[in-house]
């Protein structure tokens, strides 16, 4: 796969996720604790693949590894906010904190 195919296959997954991320954060604003947690156990494994998917655009691309460490700290706040069962703080990460990153993604992919 060549670099514009793996971009455009990052850019339809990011936006895939931060459409899933917006269903999440709507089911917690909702109180529908147990849905989003499912649900969010899905996206940790595609932010996953992204965050690989990232690191090696970066390698081609000289992308500063801020980016993936900026990433990296919002997900420990969110796994510390669901250890703390702080489901307010956990839906303000992934709307304030996760989707920005992501769509700052998509919009350089």
Do not use: C, H
Not at 56 to 74: F, M, P, Q
């Amino acid at each position: 796969m060549d670099l514009i195919a793996v971009k455009k296959e990052m850019k339809k997954i990011l936006q895939e996720t931060i459409s899933l991320i917006n269903y999440i954060v709507a089911e917690i604003q909702a109180k529908n604790f147990q849905k989003a947690l499912t649900d969010y156990v899905g996206v940790i494994g595609v932010i996953e693949e992204l965050i690989n998917l990232k690191i090696n655009l970066s390698t081609l691309e000289k992308v500063e590894e801020t980016e993936i460490e900026t990433l990296r700290s919002v997900l420990k706040e969110v796994v510390n906010a669901l250890e703390n069962a702080d489901f307010v703080l956990f839906g303000d990460l992934l709307e304030y904190e996760l989707i920005p990153i992501l769509e700052k993604w998509a919009e350089v992919n």
